[in-house]
């Protein structure tokens, strides 16, 4: 199982930023995926989920209206849009696919990839 982020760096406040998560070694178009951050000093905190199958789409308060989370299935990648980027948006962001199954439960994570926004 491999969940590999890409698309992070340096931006400055207001700029925008697509990050990237390619899939591999699971069924991913079973898994809800998410997006995770942790920033400097502070926990992981949850972002946004993509849902399996629908589709449907949720969002942290802090980043709804700015962040945009969407799936490709036949690409096995998810994607994280992030417009008008704030200096509190810097962390690192984390890749996550989930699945329950009766009682079990498969969480997969990334190794992350490092958002900075700073002028």
């Known amino acids: 199982v491999q969940l590999v982020e890409s698309g992070g760096g340096l931006v400055q406040p207001g700029g925008s930023l697509r990050l990237s998560c390619a899939a591999s070694?699971?069924?991913?178009?079973?898994?809800?995926m998410s997006w995770y951050r942790q920033a400097p000093g502070k926990e992981r905190e949850w972002v946004a989920t993509?849902?399996?199958?629908?589709?449907?789409?949720n969002y942290a308060d802090s980043v709804k209206g700015r962040f945009t989370i969407s799936r490709d299935n036949p690409k096995k990648a998810v994607y994280l849009q992030m417009n008008s980027l704030r200096p509190e948006d810097t962390a690192v962001y984390y890749c996550?696919?989930?699945?329950?199954?009766?009682?079990?439960?498969?969480?997969?994570w990334g190794q992350g990839t490092q958002v900075t926004v700073s002028s």
């Open positions: 996550n696919g989930r699945r329950v199954s009766g009682i079990r439960s498969y969480n997969y």
């Open positions: 070694g699971f069924t991913f178009s079973n898994y809800d």
């Open positions: 993509v849902t399996s199958p629908g589709g449907s789409t």
